[in-house]
C-alpha cells in the first residue's frame, strides 16, 4: 500500500502561533520524508527533508518523522502571514517516487 | 540560485490536440521528472527519466504521454491526443542523483486545460 494520509484543512491560526502539521504514512519502507511548501498556482518548493526518525531544525522549521507510529511532523514557530501556503508532505518509495500528501491549507492570519 | 523553469506557464488546448510542455532542468541534474496535479487533488507521479530513458511510469503515463530531451537542456512532456482530464497542473522536476538523500526541485508548473 503506498499511501500517505494528510488532513487538507484548512487550517487558521493567529500570527505568531506555533504551527504543527502532520501526516501518517502506511509503507514502513519509507525512508525519506519530504516537506514542500505550494503557494497557489505555484510549483511545490522544498523546505526540508529528514531521513528514518529524528529531528531537523532549519531556523523557524523543524521537521520531526517517528517511524513507530509512521507520524511525520512540520512545526513552524513564530509563523507569518507571509508562511500561508499549503504544505505537502511526501514519503520516497524503493523506487525513488515521491508518494504525496493531499496538502494542509494554512492560513496565518495578521 | 539555479531553478526549474517551465513553459508555457499556461497552455489551452482544444481536446484531440497534441500539446508539448517544456522545461529546463537545473544545469547539472541528471534525473527529470514530471508530476502532475488535478485541481484540489494530490500531486500524482508521472514519468522519471534518466540517460534518456525512463525509468519508472505510473499507471497515468500511457501510450498518449511521450517525454523527450531533445537537447541537452530541455526536456519535454507530449500529450498526443488531450483529453478532457489532462486538464491539470503539470510540474517538471529534476535532480542531481537518484541515491538515497538527494531531492527532487520543482518548476513553477505549466496549468493545462482542455477544452
Known amino acids: 500500500q503506498k499511501e500517505v494520509e494528510q488532513d487538507p484543512g484548512p487550517l487558521s491560526v493567529p500570527e505568531g502561533a506555533i504551527v504543527s502539521l502532520n501526516c501518517t504514512y502506511s509503507?514502513?519502507?519509507?525512508?525519506?520524508f519530504m516537506w514542500y511548501r505550494q503557494y497557489s498556482r505555484k510549483g511545490p518548493e522544498l523546505l526540508m527533508y529528514t531521513y528514518s526518525s529524528g529531528n531537523k531544525e532549519d531556523g523557524r522549521f523543524t521537521a520531526q518523522v517517528d517511524k513507530s507510529s509512521k507520524y511525520i511532523s512540520l512545526f513552524i514557530r513564530d509563523s507569518q502571514p507571509s508562511d500561508s501556503a499549503t504544505y505537502l508532505c511526501a514519503s520516497m518509495d524503493s523506487n525513488y517516487q515521491l508518494i504525496w500528501g493531499a496538502g494542509t491549507k494554512l492560513i496565518i492570519k495578521p | 540560485e539555479p531553478e526549474v523553469t517551465q513553459t508555457p506557464s499556461h497552455q489551452v488546448t482544444q481536446m484531440g490536440q497534441e500539446v508539448i510542455l517544456r522545461c529546463v532542468p537545473i544545469?547539472?541534474?541528471?534525473?527529470f521528472y514530471w508530476y502532475r496535479q488535478i485541481l484540489g487533488q494530490k500531486v500524482e507521479f508521472l514519468v522519471s527519466f534518466y540517460n534518456n530513458e525512463i525509468s519508472e511510469k505510473s499507471e497515468i503515463f500511457d501510450d498518449q504521454f511521450s517525454v523527450e530531451r531533445p537537447d541537452g537542456s530541455n526536456f519535454t512532456l507530449k500529450i498526443r491526443s488531450t483529453k478532457l482530464e489532462d486538464s491539470a497542473m503539470y510540474f517538471c522536476a529534476s535532480s542531481e542523483a537518484l541515491s538515497s538523500g538527494e531531492t527532487q526541485y520543482f518548476g513553477p508548473g505549466t496549468r493545462l486545460l482542455v477544452l
Open positions: 509503507n514502513s519502507a519509507f525512508q525519506y
Open positions: 544545469s547539472n541534474h541528471l534525473y
